[in-house]
């Protein structure tokens, strides 16, 4: 069984549309994250949830939008896409929010904007 | 702001060799410290942690001490093989999220 799973795995689209990442945990953790990796290989944290709230939204545009419709699934939906959202996207989960929780990554998805 | 510095790579092994990769970081408080793991095409696997100064966090041969006084936790391995091939990413946890460093390419070769 896949611990956390995302979905799509590639999303090549246009500049202009809208789209959807899923990601659910099987591990009945609290805490879930969206990375985001660069094509340098560079992480960083945009969004974080815990129980279904907001704790962590880092300086990222508001066209990305996170949702989290329970504690085992958390959701990007990004609106006009731009080129520069090209990136691969992780999502993680951790047991509870603070600083000694390991956070468990999925595979990611590949997002590619033409 | 919390922040984490790694050696740049990419580094370039033969099999059995000794692996550091250098990691220092800035932090305010008591952070906790990791390594993290990604193979080709995969997402991020922890490899080892350590919670609070003088830990020495191991798994799969890898080894990091954390030092307070000099502010790293650098990673070690003995004897490297064609598998460890990755790149590993330094981070750290002050609250509630991971702050990574550049991550540092390693190849093995046979």
Not at chain 1, 65 to 75: E, F, G, Q, T, W
Not at chain 1, 103 to 114: D, E, S
């Amino acid at each position: 069984d896949t611990a956390v799973s995302q979905t799509p795995k590639y999303l090549v689209t246009q500049m202009g549309n809208d789209k959807s990442i899923k990601c659910e945990q099987n591990l009945g953790h609290d805490t879930m994250y969206w990375y985001k990796q660069d094509s340098k290989k560079f992480l960083k944290i945009m969004f974080s949830y815990n129980n279904k709230e907001l704790i962590i939204n880092e300086t990222v545009p508001n066209r990305f939008s996170p949702k989290s419709p329970d504690k085992a699934h958390l959701n990007l939906h990004i609106n006009s896409l731009e080129l520069g959202d090209s990136a691969v996207y992780f999502c993680a989960s951790s047991q509870a929010s603070g600083r000694a929780y390991e956070q468990y990554f999925g595979p990611g998805t590949r997002l590619t904007v033409t | 702001g919390d922040s984490v510095t790694q050696m740049e790579g990419p580094v370039t092994l033969s099999e059995e060799a000794f692996l550091t990769i250098n990691c220092t970081y800035t932090a305010t408080g008591y952070p906790s410290l990791f390594w993290y793991v990604q193979y080709p095409g995969e997402g991020l696997q922890l490899l080892l942690k350590a919670t609070k100064a003088d830990d020495k966090g191991s798994n799969k041969g890898f080894e990091a001490t954390y030092r307070k006084e000099t502010t790293s936790f650098h990673l070690e391995k003995g004897s490297v093989q064609v598998s460890d091939s990755a790149v590993y990413f330094c981070a750290l946890s002050n609250d509630y999220k991971l702050s990574f460093g550049a991550g540092t390419t390693v190849t093995v070769r046979a």
